[in-house]
């Protein structure tokens, strides 16, 4: 074999070995050793806790030491918290990949859940923008638990007067993808059509009403038994997938927003206007290759195509929260709750998330 060919081929071996290496260690899971009994110095608490992935079988309702703030923190007493599908993907660990972030073969941190509304019971030194007994609601790591502590400049704001803890703690994650994806990645604008792919779960039923409240005209696609909730929500027209393809009709976007992946980018683009936006909130399931797939696609896809192709990572920041506190302090934006559990039931809620079937929200009440 000449020399021009052998070096090619050396460096596909090397890539292949290293990309198979990386699988290995990415795609080990650690076993599950028995919990160890620690003696805590200080008051105890509960929270769930996780020290391998897994089911919702590996998560444990626990004490732990009641956290202490930091000068630049708050300790928040949570009354209630949400259940997102990014709270499975960190406790399976799953897709492999996102292991480089959250540790691999098990998790770095024990903490789980993100969306928390409570009461502050106490603040840092230098803390000037709240006060103890504030209502308050954001998104932390470690939310599923009867205290943590926030950075007090940081993705947490004060709830509305006429806001309950339950309709707060739902909207951190899910209403933030909401209202990124169709502000910042669809640039959309009021009098513009758009459509929601996934319109009754938690991203679906805050994008329909921020889309609507913000002057557009919202079509919505979910299944039968949700058609007339979407509807309530104020969708102008809603799909039931089940008896029609959205991406077969003779409508025509400014804006889709897919948080469901279940037809390409190319299928999309045919019911998109010629300058169009398709931001892709959800992907396909899967430890490897699933997840990755709407993406490429996406890539693949956009050179040949007119329309703007998208993805988005949400940000949890305390402006965007302000904006949702005030939507919802307009009546414009109410969580749908689907199902209420108990901090203890934490690993039912999940198992119910990872059906795919909830209808909005689901609330972990802890007070």
Known sequence: MKLRYKIPLGILLV????MSALALVVGHTSACSPASQVAIDGEAVKAITYRCYGSPEVLEYVDIKKPTPAADELLVKVHAASVNP??????????????????IGAPSSIELGVDFAGTVEAVGADVTNFSPGDRVFGGRNGAFGEYLTKRATAGVVQI????????????????LTALQALRDQGGLQAGQKVLI?????????????IAKAWGAEVHGVCSTRNVEMVRSLGADRVFDYKVENYTESDQRYDLIIDNVANHSPL??????????????????????????????MSMLTQPFVSQNLEGIMAEINSEDLAI????????????????RYSLAEV??????????????KIVINIL
């Open 15 to 18: 890539l292949g070995v290293a």
């Open 86 to 103: 990014l709270d499975w993907h960190y406790m399976r660990g799953s897709p492999y990949l996102m292991r480089l972030v959250a540790g």
């Open 160 to 175: 509305p007067d006429n806001v309950s803890f339950e309709q707060a703690a739902a909207i951190p994650v899910a209403a």
């Open 197 to 209: 792919n996934g319109a009754s779960g938690g991203v679906g039923t805050y994008a329909v009403q």
């Open 267 to 296: 299928q999309n683009t045919q019911v998109l206007k010629v300058d169009g936006t398709l931001v892709i909130v959800g992907g396909a399931p899967g430890d490897w290759v699933g997840p990755l797939l709407t993406p490429v």
């Open 324 to 339: 949702l506190a005030d939507l919802m302090e307009a009546g414009q934006l109410n969580s749908v709750i689907d199902r």
């Open 347 to 360: 690993p039912q809620a999940i198992a119910y998330s990872e059906t795919g079937r909830a209808r909005g």
